[in-house]
């Protein structure tokens, strides 16, 4: 009971100095609290101090400028005075005399006019603005910043200039050897397709990037004339000799030809089919044909019927496979 009763003790005296020690520190941290609102209260107020004293300074610099321009004045009067007592020492006259014959020159005008000269330089003076160095270094700051900026969108504007300058220069420069080397392909497959004749391509503007593009085309026998001329199965063969003619730049692994040997004649077709072997070396066609000789030429056959209505059939036959089997039920 003794032991539990120390024990208690002691842990309610660890309490009471724990409490203690929060107490203290939210003493302090109050007072910490104070002394950093004094600490900018004080700072405040030395700011507003150093204002008034950068304003009063502004305010006396121009009067002690003219403080310093009166005792030169004073000095020069001064040495003047000396010099005209040493003439009238010389002269041999009084003072009094040489000031009854001034008198008689001294013109009243002059003297209302020096006045009103020294009344304007006075008035020219103003009122004192105290806040007028302060304004002057916030429009300071203010312009650093605004000169800051400026030099910075100066800079982006140059960069952003010499980017698209570089842009401009590459597109112009891909596009051209672009344009000739679809040009160059498209010569070549015209006569392949046709059996003959020729075709080229040419620009319709100076500016390549906002040129159009016009097809030439001269069928074998033909005259050379525009696209528009030509028939329905030359346009077809044609526009073929284009497609692939851009194909060839940049070959994709597979191609897929939507019934374009329709309008073709069975030479042109038997042409057609030749350019497309030569060119499935590197490339896989997938056709969509009625044409007897183009399901000949190819490799695979799948057939679609639709004996129901509404529902579809699919036949696949290997070419291959089948002539083979043609030649063993021929053996």
Do not use: W
């Not at 004073?74 to 005209?84: M, W």
């Not at 066609?285 to 009625?290: A, D, R, V, Y």
């Not at 007897?292 to 209505?309: A, D, F, R, S």
């Amino acid at each position: 009971a003794v032991t539990a009763e120390l024990g208690a003790l002691e842990e309610g005296s660890v309490r009471s100095r724990l409490q203690d020690a929060l107490a203290a520190k939210a003493d302090a941290e109050r007072a910490l609290a104070d002394a950093r609102a004094g600490l900018e209260h004080v700072t405040e107020e030395l700011r507003s101090l150093e204002e008034g004293r950068l304003a009063a300074e502004q305010t006396l610099a121009p009067l002690r400028e003219r403080i310093t321009e009166l005792r030169i004045k004073e000095q020069e009067a001064i040495t003047h005075a000396e010099q005209y007592a040493q003439q009238i020492a010389d002269a041999g006259v009084t003072r009094e005399e040489l000031a009854e014959k001034l008198e008689k020159r001294v013109r009243s005008s002059g003297m209302q006019a020096e006045i009103a000269r020294l009344a304007e330089e006075i008035a020219a003076l103003g009122a004192v603005n105290l806040a007028a160095l302060s304004e002057l270094d916030a429009a300071r700051d203010r312009k650093g910043f605004l000169d800051a900026q400026a030099a910075d969108l100066a800079q982006a504007v140059e960069t952003l200039e010499a980017a698209i300058k570089r842009i401009d220069r590459e597109t112009r420069e891909l596009l051209q050897g672009t344009f000739e080397t679809v040009n160059r392909n498209f010569q070549e497959m015209f006569p392949a397709l046709f059996g003959g004749g020729q075709a080229y391509l040419k620009l319709t503007g100076e500016e390549i990037l906002d040129a159009g593009l016009q097809v030439f085309a001269q069928p074998p026998g033909k005259k050379n004339s525009s696209i528009q001329l030509l028939s329905g199965g030359e346009k077809a063969l044609t526009a073929i000799s284009l497609v692939f003619s851009l194909f060839r730049l940049n070959p994709a692994p597979f191609c897929l030809l939507d019934e374009v040997d329709a309008p073709l004649d069975d030479p042109n077709t038997e042409r057609f089919c030749e350019l497309v072997k030569q060119m499935s070396a590197q490339t896989q066609f997938l056709f969509i044909t009625h044409n007897k000789i183009t399901m000949e030429m190819g490799q695979q056959l799948i057939g679609v019927t639709m004996q129901e209505p509404g529902v579809s059939r699919i036949v696949e036959v290997d070419i291959e496979a089948a002539m083979e089997f043609a030649r063993k039920q021929a053996a």
